[in-house]
């Protein structure tokens, strides 16, 4: 580095410069009445700044300041970076099926884990949420195992980090060879206790592969330890492992598997990834019918991944899907509408059981038509089904004016009832479908038990279908009540009515009124747990559902505890359960691929 010559400073008047080895003493700051320096001072600065000796010094603060931003967003890449764990090195980088369990419980998911046992009975102390869940697993493997395996002394020693697991790609072809062991690897993060022996019991040594000693259990599986990890599986797949971890040629190498890897947000406990075309692969090779791998490859996504990890209250499972390439299709078809926010939970009773619905159903039915038109092996069929729909309109006419479907379960009282609903184009659309429904029902109707008779509810009117004894019904279509589970007397009725664009069938005696009646300030959209479950699943949707635990359970525990054995059922199991709110699900297809969401909500 350059000498840097010292700056001469410039005297200001009225300073005392201090003599050579006296302490110097901070200056006051100036108050907010200080004197500004004449600005005459102005050329002495900008000649000291032209000086060589205070460029080169500004050259080096630059460069400082430059290091240190550099090295800033270099920590917080490696820090917002989530390292892929070194057991599945050991996954060859083609492998079909890949599965990473993290029982250390990585990044946030710890104290979120602790959070949700924290509402059952037993976890309340979060201080000692490792031994309380070694105790679980201990019991869940004694049960398993009829007490021939001990958790803390066998399996907990290979779960001191990340736990991988994978199927490689030519074990399908291994399947319905029952002389051959499965093809598959186990990979465990050792406390540095395990052993083959004290995993597997007695070994015997196997053969010894780029210097990691195999060894046979009497099981007839390899075994191997390889620094902290432990291999298990058949011979072929831990050599296999072995060479993939030495030769930088495991999964995590895979651009593949760590694209997808990262569309999973935040911490995991668990991961499961599926190569498509692998499977398919694999699959033609053991079913090889002519054709079929291309139809289906067609069909099948690149690769699929699911994670699992906790959110305080929830646990949530995430699917996201490679994009697959849809078909070629007539231009005048209508197009797969965009994702939407539910509309549903709008008409429905805060106290449902459920409901779960579908958007763009007219459209994608359409379109599966002339897919399915377009295959010469189903070309016949349809035919034949579009014809026998030409009594009715044709299949336009039943299809084309439909937008969303859903169903709904409600409680009526003392028992419980659905509905069925169809949200259509228009307004007209739907009352002119409902009046075409209620004249065919009004002549289906004419010499049989079948009644048909109209209502009115809210200023709506109601149309009620009895189709009779339902055993006789069936008797009358071939079913004799020997084959039928329908005792005697059982009658099957059934309402439709209309609201706006909206087309509702209900099934039980009122389940139409109760959904007539609903206040839009009172409804299930409003409901806390609903409106948590959509906050966890996300928006705007394909697909969603939505079931009230808490309900379903209570009407469970009501009728369990009336029975026989109702004081062990409250003892054993009710305090389990009665934790259980609700579960919410979503999904959404988009060009970037397919995601969905999956949350089990506790309170």
């Excluded at 449902?352 to 359409?366: D, N, P, R, S, T």
Aim: proline share 6%; with cysteine; aromatic share 4%.
């Amino acid at each position: 580095m350059d000498h840097l010559d010292p700056i001469p400073a410039e005297p200001i008047a009225g300073a005392v410069t201090p003599a050579p080895g006296d302490a110097v003493v901070a200056a006051e700051p100036p108050g907010a009445d200080a004197v500004p320096q004449d600005v005459e001072a102005a050329p002495a600065v900008a000649d000291a700044a032209s000086s060589p000796g205070r460029r080169r010094r500004w050259i080096v603060a630059g460069g400082v300041v430059a290091a240190v931003v550099l090295g800033t967003i270099a920590l917080v890449i490696a820090l917002g970076t989530k390292p892929l764990p070194a057991a599945v090195q050991y996954l060859p980088g083609d492998s079909a099926i890949v599965f990473e369990l993290r029982p250390e419980l990585p990044g946030d998911q710890r104290q979120h884990l602790g959070n949700l046992l924290a509402h059952f009975p037993g976890f309340e102390d979060q201080s000692t949420l490792t031994q309380k869940l070694d105790e679980v697993l201990a019991r869940i493997v004694d049960e398993a195992s009829g007490g021939t395996v001990d958790y803390l002394s066998r399996i907990k020693p290979i779960l001191a980090g990340p736990l991988a697991a994978g199927l490689s790609r030519d074990a399908f072809e291994h399947i319905a060879d029952v002389d051959t062991q499965p093809r598959g690897l186990i990979v465990g993060t050792t406390d540095g206790t395990a052993s083959c022996d004290s995993v597997l019991g007695p070994t015997s040594p196997l053969e010894t592969h780029r210097g990691v000693e195999l060894r046979s259990s009497s099981g007839g599986f390899a075994c191997a330890i390889d620094g902290r990890h432990l291999l298990l599986g058949d011979t072929a797949s831990v050599m296999a492992g072995i060479d993939a971890q030495l030769d930088h040629a495991g999964i995590d190498t895979s651009a593949t598997f760590g694209a997808a890897r990262k569309r999973i947000a935040g911490d995991q406990l668990a991961l499961l990834y599926v190569n498509g075309s692998a499977i398919v692969e694999g699959m033609s090779k053991l079913v090889p019918i002519l054709g079929a791998a291309t139809v289906v490859a067609s069909r099948v996504p690149e690769w699929v991944i699911i994670g699992l990890r906790v959110v305080d209250d929830a646990v949530q499972v995430e699917m996201q899907a490679a994009p697959v390439e849809a078909p070629a299709l007539a231009a005048d078809l209508p197009t797969i509408p965009p994702p939407a926010p539910g509309t549903f939970a709008e008409i429905l009773p805060a106290d449902a059981f459920g409901f779960v619905e579908a958007h763009g159903i007219g459209a994608g039915i359409e379109r599966l038509i002339a897919q399915l038109k377009a295959d010469p092996s189903q070309a016949a069929a349809i035919d034949q089904l579009e014809q026998a729909l030409v009594v009715v309109g044709g299949a336009d006419n039943i299809i084309a004016w439909i937008q969303d479907f859903g169903f709904a379960g409600l409680p009526l009282g003392d028992s419980a009832g659905g509905v069925v609903l169809v949200r259509g184009t228009d307004a007209g659309a739907t009352a002119g479908r409902l009046a075409q429904v209620r004249n065919l029902l009004v002549l289906a109707s004419t010499g049989t038990d079948i009644t048909v008779r109209d209502s009115e509810h809210a200023g709506t009117a109601i149309t009620t279908v009895d189709l009779g004894d339902l055993g006789t019904m069936l008797n009358g279509l071939g079913l004799g009540l020997d084959s039928s589970p329908v005792a005697p007397g059982v009658r099957l009725s059934f309402s439709l009515a209309a609201r706006e664009d909206i087309l509702m069938v209900g099934i039980g005696d009122g389940a139409i009124e109760r959904l007539l009646d609903v206040d839009a300030a009172a409804s299930l959209a409003t409901s806390a747990l609903y409106r948590r479950g959509l906050e966890l699943t996300g928006g705007p949707i394909d697909a969603a559902g939505f079931a009230a635990l808490d309900a379903i359970i209570a009407r469970l525990i009501q009728l369990a505890t009336s029975g026989a054995g109702g004081d062990a059922w409250t003892r054993d199991v009710k305090p389990y359960i009665e934790h259980l709110a609700a579960i919410s699900a979503s999904t959404t297809t988009t060009a970037a691929g397919t995601r969905a969401r999956f949350v089990l909500i506790v309170k």
